[in-house]
């Protein structure tokens, strides 16, 4: 068992869970009702035999020769990743990638909503974006705790990133999504993931023959 009480499953499966949900969103505005893991595996580009083996640690969730209910399966899947409510993320940073973040409209139909923008750059303290007012750095621990908020997103330069953390961890954020070229310390009971397209060039690029 894993310290949150869920049963210890490895964190490239759990990272595939959001790929299958997507596929099945996809699967069901097209009008289908039901699918199948050799179906989702031709789209995803995975094995049929390692869809199914993902789904097994939670249970039981088709049957044999008949496939998935989409609705039924899209529903669990919802429930074991919690996004079967609505979470409330802090956004911190309001430069250009900031802004096109806070503009992304592919958040609240998938289980989040931005409740607060931050920055410590006077020129962008009070500009207002979309529904909200950029607030100051100084106001971060204070409005998080107020608001019960446990997701941050971080958008800062490198240089600022670990700052930052620090007061998200101690405002009582759990779950860092962290945009900044770094790799942020914090404690093991907070999670961080990174999304840094060079590093995913990169990545690429290893493959890639020399012309």
């Not at 496939?67 to 039924?72: D, H, L, N, P, V």
């Not at 207002?128 to 106001?139: A, D, H, L, W």
Request: contains cysteine.
């Amino acid at each position: 068992m894993s310290s949150n009480g869920h049963e210890t499953i490895p964190d490239i499966v759990i990272g595939r869970l959001p790929i299958y949900l997507r596929a099945l969103n996809r699967l069901a505005g097209e009008g289908h009702e039901i699918t199948s893991s050799h179906e989702l595996g031709q789209r995803l580009g995975i094995s049929s035999a390692q869809i199914r083996k993902d789904l097994s640690h939670f249970g039981g969730f088709g049957k044999q020769g008949t496939g998935y209910q989409i609705e039924y399966l899209q529903e669990k899947l919802r429930k074991v990743l919690n996004i079967d409510r609505e979470w409330e993320v802090a956004l911190i940073g309001m430069g250009d990638l900031g802004k096109a973040i806070a503009n992304y409209r592919g958040f609240s139909d998938r289980g989040f909503h931005i409740a607060c923008l931050f920055d410590s750059a006077p020129d962008k303290i009070g500009q207002t974006i979309g529904e909200f007012t950029v607030r100051p750095i100084s106001e971060l621990k204070e409005s998080i705790e107020a608001q019960h908020i446990r997701l941050a997103m971080v958008a800062v330069p490198a240089e600022y990133a670990q700052g930052v953390a620090d007061i998200l961890v101690e405002s009582g954020i759990k779950g860092i999504l962290n945009y900044a070229p770094i790799n942020l310390t914090v404690p093991s009971t907070v999670q961080v993931q990174y999304i840094d397209p060079v590093v995913g060039l990169q990545r690429m690029t290893y493959y890639l023959d020399e012309e």
